[in-house]
């Protein structure tokens, strides 16, 4: 590939998609796939086990903001050496 992935919800098909907000804060949504640069994603490993993903377009990494309630939107933001900032893949089955 090119480097850049979808990330496809499992449950309903959608993918994330950055809406092409670049203001930290925008929401990363789900739509149904159209293959737009918004809706592609770089995942680049950040060290011990953990990940950024940045939107092909805006160039903001998601963000899970802190939040540890369920349900909580996760956001864009500029990347910068934050926990909140940094993902982790785990197998689903």
Do not use: E
Not at 6 to 24: E, F, I, P, Y
């Amino acid at each position: 590939g090119n480097g850049y992935y979808r990330l496809v919800n499992r449950t309903n098909g959608m993918v994330a998609d950055g809406w092409g907000s670049t203001a930290n804060g925008a929401p990363a949504r789900q739509a149904a796939w159209n293959g737009g640069n918004n809706q592609q994603w770089q995942i680049t490993h950040r060290g011990d086990g953990r990940y950024s993903i940045a939107n092909r377009t805006t160039g903001l990494v998601l963000d899970g903001g802190g939040t540890v309630a369920a349900g909580a939107t996760t956001k864009q933001w500029t990347w910068q050496q934050s926990n909140n900032l940094l993902w982790t893949f785990s197998a689903a089955g």
